[in-house]
């Protein structure tokens, strides 16, 4: 049975309770992201584990310091000790003041980046909105791979009878692994780059918004093709290329040489 003097109580509520934490930096090269703080005065870890919500993950912007290395201005965190135990923080989900996207109405849910970016998916009540200023491109793209199978478990690799414990995944995800977990697939990163180049895109930019891809529609209420990009490099107007009768467009000068209008 533990004393219960104000000493010994005082003792364990501030090694077993949480602490409130500033962000010094984010280190995300790690397959679990980890970030280094300072807890109380004097107080300063690196390394802490800041577990992310499935399908969704963020990078804090690093802390604003003075010329001496003191923290003025950062993202900000709460800290759990995992059993009680001082020296086995966990970092949870990490919020900024600087850049918080706020006053947003009951029910809104939203993604965005710093506020100097200008870059925002927000969900409302009206509608939902991908929001970017003018300078930015807003591209929704296909980039030129295929998607493949979610198991870790790469082909010709075993698995053990009992399975590993959380403790052992997270030992094999911070040295890299090896043996039987250096088989396994971890972690995934950014795929954006990738489309740059591709031609399956839809972009919005301050001169120009733009349909590419193989074949390019544009479609009305009723779903119909009323214009039709066509693979064969042929613009073909008021239906999809082959449903209905075509005919080349006729201009002052003379007949088009890769448009075509449907007759009827």
Not at 33 to 55: D, P, S, V
Not at 239 to 262: I, Q, R
Request: charged content about 25%; glycine content about 14%; some cysteine.
């Amino acid at each position: 049975m533990h004393r219960a003097t104000p000493l010994n109580s005082s003792f364990r509520a501030y090694s077993a309770g949480g602490a409130r934490s500033v962000v010094d930096k984010v280190d995300d090269t790690k397959l679990m992201q980890e970030m280094g703080g300072n807890f109380m005065a004097n107080e300063t870890r690196q390394e802490i584990e800041a577990a992310q919500n499935y399908g969704f993950t963020s990078v804090v912007f690093d802390a604003e310091k003075d010329s001496n290395g003191k923290v003025l201005a950062s993202a900000e965190c709460f800290m759990s000790f995992i059993g009680g135990n001082r020296s086995f923080p966990a970092a949870g989900p990490m919020d900024d003041r600087r850049h918080r996207m706020f006053k947003l109405e009951r029910g809104d849910t939203a993604m965005f980046r710093g506020r100097g970016d200008k870059q925002q998916f927000h969900m409302t009540d009206g509608g939902g909105f991908w929001s970017a200023p003018q300078n930015k491109t807003v591209r929704m793209q296909l980039v030129p791979e295929d998607s493949e199978s979610n198991a870790s478990q790469q082909q010709g690799g075993g698995s053990s009878g009992g399975g590993a414990s959380a403790h052992q995944l997270a030992a094999s995800g911070s040295s890299g692994g090896s043996g039987q977990q250096g088989q396994q697939k971890r972690g995934q990163e950014a795929i954006y780059k990738k489309g740059q180049d591709s031609h399956r895109y839809v972009d919005i930019t301050k001169d120009s918004t733009t349909a590419s891809g193989t074949n390019v529609h544009l479609k009305a209420d009723d779903k119909n093709t009323y214009v039709h990009v066509a693979d064969s490099k042929d613009v073909w107007l008021g239906a999809e290329k082959g449903k209905g009768s075509f005919d080349k467009v006729a201009t002052l000068s003379g007949p088009c040489v890769n448009t075509y209008g449907k007759i009827g």
